[in-house]
């Protein structure tokens, strides 16, 4: 079954360094996310992405984010200068052409900042 | 804007018992209603969604729900708990966008437990 693969599962980083979490969608489909989970708290969105680029972002995804898909396949999220506060589990997800379909999440990968 | 509430951050059970986790939802357009399943260290899972047509879904592992409009309600039912239904739970939200978009909104999850 398809499915969305994310790389690292981990990630340890000292603040103020930059970070790129990889994600590689489901192969056919169209539309591209990114959330994040602050440990116990609720699934938070920060941007979604089509036809190369961004279509919508949330407040969280200020200039200290950047997504890109550099090739037909990978999709990822940058941050330049991580702060404490960025520690989190971030998911990437895809979802279909269809308006009705649901997205697939990847497993996601812990950040943390130190 | 859209939200997404789940009353009830902890639900315990026990084994063999109905599951109902409630959600409600604001939504200024017609909403695409979903539950994820998230188990310990793991990524979100569908369950179910609820696009158009038939208010009542069903979904893997017997879990189940009802989109009532009246009630802006989403509510997620199993009728008999297992001891691997243990995760926790997120109901979410997403408008009907043309073009891209069509990001969720998620509830603030709750935790099921299933005792023996």
């Known amino acids: 079954e398809p499915e969305v693969t994310q790389t690292p599962s981990h990630q340890v980083t000292q603040m103020g360094q930059e970070v790129i979490l990889r994600c590689v969608p489901i192969s056919n489909h169209l539309y591209f996310y990114w959330y994040r989970q602050i440990l116990g708290q609720k699934v938070e969105f920060l941007v979604s992405?089509?036809?190369?680029?961004?279509?919508?972002k949330s407040e969280i995804f200020d200039d200290q984010f950047s997504v890109e898909r550099p090739d037909g396949s990978n999709f990822t999220l940058k941050i330049r200068s991580t702060k404490l506060e960025d520690s989190a589990m971030y998911f990437c997800?895809?979802?279909?052409?269809?308006?009705?379909?649901?997205?697939?999440f990847g497993q996601g990968t812990r950040l943390t900042v130190v | 804007a859209q939200s997404v509430t789940q009353l009830g951050s902890h639900v315990s059970v026990s084994e063999g018992a109905l599951v109902l986790l409630r959600c409600n939802y604001s939504?200024?357009?017609?909403?695409?209603l979903f539950w994820y399943v998230q188990y310990p260290n793991q990524g979100l899972q569908l369950l179910l969604k609820y696009t158009t047509g038939a208010t009542l879904v069903k979904g893997i592992n017997g879990f189940e729900a009802e989109f009532k409009k009246s009630e802006t309600s989403f509510h997620l039912t199993k009728p008999s708990a297992h001891m691997s239904d243990a995760a926790e739970y997120f109901c979410a939200v997403s408008s009907i966008l043309t073009g891209g978009g069509n990001k969720l909104t998620f509830g603030t999850g709750t935790q099921l437990k299933v005792e023996l």
């Open positions: 992405f089509y036809n190369n680029e961004i279509s919508e």
């Open positions: 997800a895809s979802r279909d052409r269809a308006m009705n379909t649901e997205a697939f």
């Open positions: 939504s200024s357009v017609p909403p695409y």
